[in-house]
């Protein structure tokens, strides 16, 4: 996996190729800047620097992100956290993000993110597109018949204590 820096004017952009899960929000924001039919793919002399921080900012996976070096603010984080089950797809994640191992120590943090729901990324805790090969379906709010009909918890399911 891959961390590669984009120095532009008044910008510096970071692509990691381990958080990307391809879903090409960037290269239909702006595509002058973001094309991988190119070397490099992202070109930060075709925007300028508002614009192309508002693009990164599409980025579900938090993959992209960026820095300010003309003195702007960067990013704000997404108030409150947000969390949409993406169908047959991961978590998107947006806010004041920090993700812990059990320990409670920092190994990631950021803006966005996506998260494996289907069980199957060889990335955990990220989404790595395994979702596609392992067929995974599921459509948030799909509810059970049961569940429509539910009079009381007791209708939902087992009780688990
Ligand atoms: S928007 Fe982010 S996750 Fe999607 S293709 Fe671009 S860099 Fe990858
Ligand atoms: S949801 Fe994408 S790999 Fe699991």
């Not at 984009?6 to 952009?13: H, L, Q």
């Not at 190729?17 to 070397?39: K, Y």
């Not at 508002?54 to 003195?71: F, H, K, M, Q």
Request: charged letters at 25%; glycine letters at 10%; aromatic letters at 6%.
């Amino acid at each position: 996996m891959t961390k590669r820096n984009y120095e532009g004017d008044g910008i510096v952009v970071h692509w990691d190729s381990g958080r990307c899960i391809h879903g090409g929000n960037c290269l239909r924001a702006l595509p002058e800047v973001f094309d991988t039919t190119r070397r490099p793919w992202i070109d930060v002399t075709a925007a300028d620097a508002d614009t192309i921080a508002a693009a990164v900012e599409v980025c579900p996976s938090g993959a992209l992100r960026y820095e300010r070096t003309d003195g702007t603010a960067g990013e704000a984080p997404d108030v409150p956290t947000t969390i949409i089950p993406w169908p047959n797809g991961p978590l998107l994640v947006r806010g004041n993000i920090e993700v812990k191992d059990r320990r409670g120590d920092v190994f990631t943090e950021g803006p966005r993110l996506a998260l494996c729901r289907c069980g199957a990324s060889k990335n955990h805790p990220f989404c790595d597109l395994s979702h596609v090969e392992a067929g995974f379906r599921n459509y948030p709010r799909a509810m059970s018949r049961e569940r429509d009909s539910a009079e009381s918890p007791h209708d939902v399911g087992p009780e688990l204590q």
